[in-house]
């Protein structure tokens, strides 16, 4: 299955609550990420929390053209519901 962000919203700090494809909910704690020269201006939390789910790349992403791939983020859920069962995966 290929991961999709299906829906985002900004938490607190740089934390953001995501629902995934697959079933997969929960937050993400993107602090120790923001570095670099497309992530640090994200520091600035009036910028990181303007972030949008693009509909074609199916992740979080900033105006900047800052993005996470889904399965980082997926990887790195603090996960409030666990995924649905998947044959790939054990």
Not at 8 to 24: C, P, Q, S, T
Not at 28 to 41: K, Q, W
Not at 71 to 86: G, I, M, S, T
Request: aromatic content about 10%; cysteine-free.
């Amino acid at each position: 299955m290929i991961l999709h962000v299906v829906e985002a919203r900004h938490e607190r700090e740089y934390v953001i609550h995501l629902k995934f494809n697959d079933g997969a909910e929960g937050f993400v704690d993107l602090a120790d990420e923001l570095h670099g020269e497309m992530f640090a201006p994200l520091k600035d939390m009036e910028k990181f929390k303007a972030f949008t789910v693009d509909p074609e790349l199916n992740t979080i992403v900033w105006e900047n053209g800052a993005d996470f791939a889904p399965e980082f983020l997926h990887d790195r859920l603090l996960v409030a519901v666990q995924p649905k069962a998947r044959p790939d995966r054990p």
